[in-house]
């Protein structure tokens, strides 16, 4: 079973010994391409810091059977047209395989370009379930947004006891907002819960946050799911904190870094979330690879660079089983089986899904802390 562990330790000397023995070897050439300015910028270049440092450890560990990896990078500036660019820029530039992208709407536009150029699309990060269950070139290492949406539902229903909540969205990022909403509406008011309200807005067409939060606070319901950029879901906060108005603050995993504990503040304390990742697990692994990080890139690493950390070791593992070649790659992706990550075994299923559990998430003292594990729900 491949352990991550021991690939964090990898001595010098097999570095040295590595590129003295087959300098002359052509590279195996992988693509990444994410949003790395922008809103999401934040998530998108540790998404990138994290498939760098497996590449470096592969690479100072042998690479794939004596052939060096080179990433090629490639920033999607977060449009649909900047996506399907960068997609086809990696692939005519050789690359046989691409991470990416980071939210579900430029992966669906990138899809576009990889599938019908029969190139592997791997996602550590983008959700859609509009690409669940199909037989094609897409595999991704983060649960669905209907798996997402089904566990984060019965959480705040069965769990936290909440009968009744408002729902705003941003439609920008919609292959991601509409089938979380959809799904977690149908399993909360399946369960008996109602939503008072969904307000939906677009981030790109400066909202008006005191006015969409009014159409909220007039339901009078006390509980708020935001889905949202980091940025946006910290605004949305604050404005609902300046309405003197203290409702209970659940987000999506979208709204995870940075950016949303340091725009939020204290408004954004004991807010929960649901998330594919548990980035406070005690394993040693885990805290090799943050400590790792730091050194490497003087930051705290986020979960987009374990996600993409992880994702390209699997990729790595299942060149291993292909001798390099792109022939074969979606079956030896399926056969990667109970692959050692950082917290734990990831497998993904016959249509190229992960199969692993869920987290909930809440920020205490400007953590975020994981306070409950859940099975996964499909």
Not at 160 to 170: E, M, N, V
Request: glycine share 8%; hydrophobic share 40%.
């Amino acid at each position: 079973m491949p352990n991550l562990f021991n690939r964090l330790i990898i001595p010098l000397l097999i570095f040295s010994t590595f590129f003295s023995s087959c300098s002359t070897k052509p590279p195996l050439i992988i693509g990444f391409s994410a949003e790395l300015t922008g809103r999401n910028g934040e998530l998108g270049v540790g998404l990138r810091n994290g498939v760098q440092m497996a590449v470096d450890e592969i690479n100072a560990a042998g690479g794939i059977d004596g052939q060096k990896i080179q990433l090629l990078v490639e920033d999607d500036f977060g449009t649909p047209q900047g996506a399907k660019a960068a997609d086809t820029k990696l692939i005519d530039a050789g690359a046989i395989a691409i991470i990416g992208h980071l939210t579900s709407d430029q992966t669906i536009e990138g899809y576009e370009v990889t599938e019908a150029r029969g190139v592997v699309l791997l996602s550590a990060t983008a959700s859609t379930s509009l690409l669940t269950e199909k037989k094609d070139h897409f595999f991704r290492t983060v649960a669905s947004t209907d798996t997402m949406g089904n566990g984060f539902a019965s959480y705040i229903f069965s769990k936290k006891r909440i009968t009744q909540i408002a729902i705003i969205c941003d439609q920008d990022n919609a292959t991601y907002s509409e089938p979380l909403v959809r799904a977690f509406k149908e399993t909360y008011t399946g369960l008996g819960g109602s939503v008072a309200i969904e307000v939906k807005y677009s981030a790109a067409s400066s909202p008006d946050f005191p006015l969409l939060i009014e159409n909220l606070r007039e339901t009078g319901v006390d509980s708020v799911l935001i889905v949202a950029s980091p940025y946006d879901t910290a605004m949305i906060a604050q404005t609902i904190s300046l309405g003197n108005w203290s409702p209970s603050l659940f987000t999506s995993s979208w709204a995870l870094g940075e950016v949303l504990i340091q725009n939020g503040g204290n408004t954004v304390e004991k807010m929960e979330t649901v998330i594919a990742y548990d980035t406070n697990d005690p394993s040693p692994e885990l805290a090799q690879f943050k400590s790792t990080y730091e050194m490497n890139f003087n930051a705290p690493s986020i979960f987009t660079s374990m996600e993409g950390y992880e994702t390209m070791h699997l990729l790595a593992e299942a060149f291993h089983n292909t001798n390099g070649s792109a022939d074969g790659l979606p079956e030896a992706l399926i056969e990667v089986q109970n692959f050692e990550g950082l917290t734990g075994l990831i497998s993904l299923d016959s249509y190229g899904d992960v199969v692993r559990p869920l987290f909930i998430q809440k920020v205490i003292d400007g953590k975020f802390e994981t306070i409950e594990k859940l099975d996964q729900m499909r």
